[in-house]
């Protein structure tokens, strides 16, 4: 077996040799240190407990809104637009899909910045940055002597026989990967970013996934931020069953809040981990940030947060098993809950989150389950009674977007009046379908099934050889 490499040597010269500031290089020395000493990363149940009780946002005073609507100019808009739709088969930012109409993702964030006295900033990454600009070229009112973005950075992949620098000659970009979003705070210092919106008067962000819809900016959160004088807040939202993987809010013996992902959870404690009972209160990854807090926070600790460190363990090509295995050293922004002194959470409806990680996810941000509002909010649409949808698509030729996209050729499906849709095999659909209650369709011929233009299904319906 190979000897376990302790020196650091070789990823500060690999890291220099890409032209990496010493900044980023001393924060991955820090994690790189952690895992040599044999740190996991792992958070035990035993040593947590759940959160019972957090502030509603719901049942805040009116008046707060009043107190961030003065703030929203002091305030900027701040999305992480770095991530590629490679899960569903894209090659392009996840961002420049469209998702409303002929409207993208970014197309409606950019058009949410200019009805509102707020700044849009961009996190992109080296994949995503020059596509997004261009796209964004349509919005010249954007464009000022602020930036519009800052890119994060990028780190060496981890052979984890040896815990060397990964080496993979067949692609040299695959010996690299992203730290994780938790790298927002100290992009923003290294680009310089930070201190051009503090001198220009900017004391507050609003952090969201440029591909959740639901995160639009709030003024009643805003001056609750404000009035309480808090360095950093985290909007959660009550789990279900869809979100049994998605990191969840715990709490330390000391008091203090701590986010846990799943590649968090030890296997023994997984069971504890997806029991949306005992944890209930799921990370909608929309956070809020007091700027100069960052900033003096930043300068004490030497630029090196401490977020808690995530081992995800990958093979060095995601798309060959057989290539050799990884550690992929990442943090989450949302850990910083447990950094900042006097940080907090507080509950958000449903509605805040509207995500979209695979095809089930974007058919149904895409159908008459959510509108486009005047103020292009994609908001749920008022005549659905319904309070939930789950939506499976259990067959490989869906998971793409343009297969499935295919198979949607007359448009997405009505769903306003679905529970539950499970999509068992291959079928193509129809202009103006609608789809009501729990619809289950097992297709087991093996080929195609067509559903004609205007048809209405409801209940389990089987085709067979």
Same mark, same amino acid.
């Given at each position: 077996m190979a000897l376990i490499q302790h020196d650091f040597t070789p990823f500060a010269v690999r890291m220099r040799g890409e032209g990496i500031s010493d900044s980023i290089i001393e924060t991955f020395r820090y994690y790189h240190e952690q895992l040599v000493d044999g740190h996991t990363g792992l958070i035990p149940e035993r040593d947590i407990d759940p959160v019972e009780h957090l502030p509603d946002a719901e049942k805040f005073p009116k008046k707060l809104a009043r107190v961030g609507e003065r703030f929203l100019p002091k305030t900027i808009f701040l999305k992480l637009n770095g991530g590629l739709g490679t899960s569903m088969g894209m090659a392009k930012a996840k961002s420049l899909l469209t998702v409303k109409g002929e409207l993208s993702f970014l197309d409606i964030i950019a058009r949410q910045t200019q009805l509102s006295d707020s700044r849009l900033v961009l996190m992109n990454s080296f994949s995503t940055r020059s596509d997004c600009l261009a796209a964004l070229r349509d919005y010249p009112e954007l464009w000022d002597d602020i930036p519009l973005d800052f890119v994060q950075h990028r780190v060496p992949k981890i052979n984890q026989t040896d815990l060397r620098p990964a080496d993979w000659p067949e692609n040299r970009a695959l010996e690299w990967c992203p730290p994780g979003h938790g790298d927002i705070y100290i992009s923003l210092v290294t680009s310089g970013i930070l201190d051009t919106l503090l001198k220009a008067g900017y004391e507050y962000a609003f952090i969201s996934n440029s591909d959740n819809l639901g995160a639009v900016m709030d003024t009643t959160i805003l001056g609750f931020l404000v009035e309480n004088r808090l360095p950093f807040l985290m909007e959660v939202t009550d789990r279900t069953p869809a979100h049994r993987k998605g990191g969840?809010?715990?709490?330390?013996?000391?008091? +203090?809040?701590?986010?846990?992902? #799943?590649? /968090?959870? !030890?296997?023994?404690?997984?069971?504890?981990? /997806?029991?949306?009972?005992?944890? +209930?209160?799921?990370? @909608?990854?929309?956070?809020?940030?007091?700027? *100069? %807090?960052?900033?003096?926070?930043?300068?004490?600790?030497?630029?090196?947060?401490?977020? *808690?460190?995530?081992?995800?363990? +990958? @093979? #060095?090509? &995601?798309?060959? &098993?057989?290539? !050799? +295995?990884?550690?992929?050293?990442? @943090?989450?922004?949302?850990?910083?809950?447990?950094?900042?002194?006097?940080? %907090?959470?507080?509950?958000? *409806? /449903?509605?805040?989150?509207? /995500?979209?990680?695979?095809?089930?996810?974007?058919? =149904?941000?895409?159908?008459?389950?959510?509108?486009?509002?005047?103020?292009?909010?994609? =908001?749920?649409? &008022?005549?659905?009674?319904?309070?939930?949808?789950?939506?499976?698509?259990?067959? &490989?030729?869906?998971?793409?977007?343009?297969?499935? $996209?295919?198979?949607? *050729?007359?448009?997405?499906?009505?769903?306003?009046?679905?529970?539950?849709?499970?999509?068992?095999?291959?079928?193509?659909?129809?202009?103006?379908?609608?789809?009501?209650? $729990? #619809?289950?369709?097992?297709?087991?011929?093996? $080929?195609?099934?067509?559903?004609?233009?205007?048809?209405?299904?409801?209940?389990?319906? @089987?085709?067979? %050889?």
């Open positions: 969840h809010l715990a709490r330390l013996p000391s008091g +203090k809040l701590i986010l846990r992902e #799943v590649a /968090q959870c !030890p296997p023994d404690d997984i069971g504890y981990f /997806q029991d949306i009972d005992r944890h +209930k209160y799921f990370n @909608t990854n929309n956070l809020w940030l007091h700027l *100069p %807090t960052l900033k003096a926070v930043m300068h004490s600790k030497g630029n090196i947060l401490g977020l *808690p460190m995530i081992r995800n363990s +990958k @093979t #060095v090509d &995601p798309r060959n &098993p057989a290539s !050799p +295995k990884v550690y992929q050293l990442e @943090t989450a922004m949302g850990s910083a809950v447990g950094v900042f002194d006097n940080a %907090t959470a507080i509950r958000v *409806p /449903q509605s805040r989150f509207v /995500q979209v990680k695979r095809t089930e996810d974007l058919l =149904v941000v895409r159908s008459d389950i959510y509108i486009l509002n005047e103020d292009f909010q994609v =908001v749920p649409n &008022p005549c659905r009674t319904l309070d939930s949808i789950f939506v499976s698509f259990d067959a &490989p030729c869906y998971q793409l977007i343009d297969d499935m $996209e295919a198979r949607f *050729p007359g448009g997405v499906t009505s769903l306003i009046d679905c529970e539950r849709l499970r999509i068992v095999g291959d079928f193509k659909f129809g202009a103006n379908v609608t789809l009501r209650g $729990e #619809v289950e369709l097992i297709n087991l011929s093996g $080929e195609q099934v067509e559903i004609g233009d205007g048809t209405t299904m409801e209940g389990s319906r @089987t085709w067979s %050889t």
